[in-house]
């Protein structure tokens, strides 16, 4: 079948047919739930130090956090009201002996043994930039701001054939907590800046006004205000499909949402305001792999070269 004449299930159907025959996706069973093989994971890597690298400058706070967030300051943020969907709640067994034999009985039954199981005080995290924000819980900022590295994997409950819609992903942010100006300012240098380093690897890459994903009739409308205001922008690039280019890193200014929620101010005494960029590791080498080819020791030398390959 010519690719040309392919539907976007088709399209993503034999993007992920190719990348796990190359063996650089290594199926578990699950729609979006992949393992990577060291090739895979060794693009990431070099990716994230050119990132490293341009970023050095800046001077950014380094952290890391694990892809769980604590329940509560979940609650304090308005995911569950914009994206249910996309959430996932850890429980566990919390049982006694007798319980546990009733649950162990329902899995023989084929019954829904879940329903035993208890939340625990954790979420997923849906975003690299979650967990940081409580850690500034009742601070007042400095007339700088913060600016802060960050990484981790996150989960999003979003089952698809399409290879770069995964469920658990890496994303590398850089987030900054000012004023307007200071997150704005952020946010379109980041913009720019992306655009750079993704072009320095061979990806050429459309910058978009877009939105996120909110649930419902009123997340048509916040999605709406969301585009007006110029909130989101995304890069995108084809991987599967020039039809449907992906978004492999976005730029979001998000007002002072976060400065209310966790109370952290400006040194005049204003809710902060925050912007990050997110880069989608996981997007960005399969970016490569489909443009440049499943062996990189292939790839283009001044891609080679920034790669350090």
């Avoid at 994230?48 to 890391?64: D, G, H, I, Q, S």
């Avoid at 304090?76 to 034999?101: K, Y």
């Avoid at 922008?233 to 949402?257: G, M, Q, R, W």
């Avoid at 005494?269 to 990189?296: N, Q, S, V, W």
Wanted: charged content about 20%.
């Amino acid at each position: 079948m010519c690719i040309a004449t392919m539907t976007l299930s088709e399209a993503y159907q034999h993007c992920q047919d190719q990348l796990t025959e190359a063996g650089l996706l290594i199926s578990l069973g699950v729609p979006g739930l992949y393992g990577f093989s060291g090739v895979f994971e060794d693009v990431i890597e070099r990716f994230e130090m050119a990132v490293t690298k341009r970023a050095k400058p800046l001077k950014a706070e380094v952290m890391r956090f694990p892809a769980i967030l604590n329940r509560k300051h979940y609650l304090q943020t308005t995911h569950i009201e914009n994206f249910p969907d996309l959430m996932g709640s850890v429980h566990s067994f919390t049982g006694n002996e007798h319980d546990h034999a009733k649950l162990l009985d329902k899995r023989a039954r084929g019954e829904d043994w879940t329903r035993d199981l208890t939340p625990t005080d954790v979420m997923m995290a849906p975003a690299a930039c979650y967990p940081l924000y409580p850690t500034a819980t009742g601070t007042t900022l400095t007339s700088e701001g913060r600016l802060v590295d960050l990484r981790s994997f996150v989960f999003r409950h979003e089952p698809s054939i399409d290879p770069a819609r995964m469920q658990i992903f890496r994303q590398r942010e850089f987030v900054r907590m000012g004023t307007a100006e200071q997150a704005m300012e952020h946010r379109d240098y980041w913009l720019r800046l992306g655009q750079e380093v993704l072009n320095s690897v061979g990806l050429p890459v459309q910058s978009v006004v877009a939105n996120d994903p909110f649930f419902g009739r009123g997340g048509r409308m916040m999605a709406a205000a969301q585009k007006e205001q110029d909130l989101k922008f995304e890069l995108v690039h084809a991987v599967a499909t020039s039809e449907k280019p992906t978004a492999i890193t976005s730029c979001n200014y998000h007002l002072d949402h976060f400065g209310h929620a966790f109370d952290f101010k400006t040194a005049d005494g204003k809710y902060a305001h925050t912007a990050c960029i997110g880069f989608g590791l996981e997007r960005i080498a399969l970016a490569l792999f489909m443009t440049h080819g499943f062996d990189p020791d292939h790839w283009p030398s001044d891609v080679k070269s920034v790669l350090a390959l």
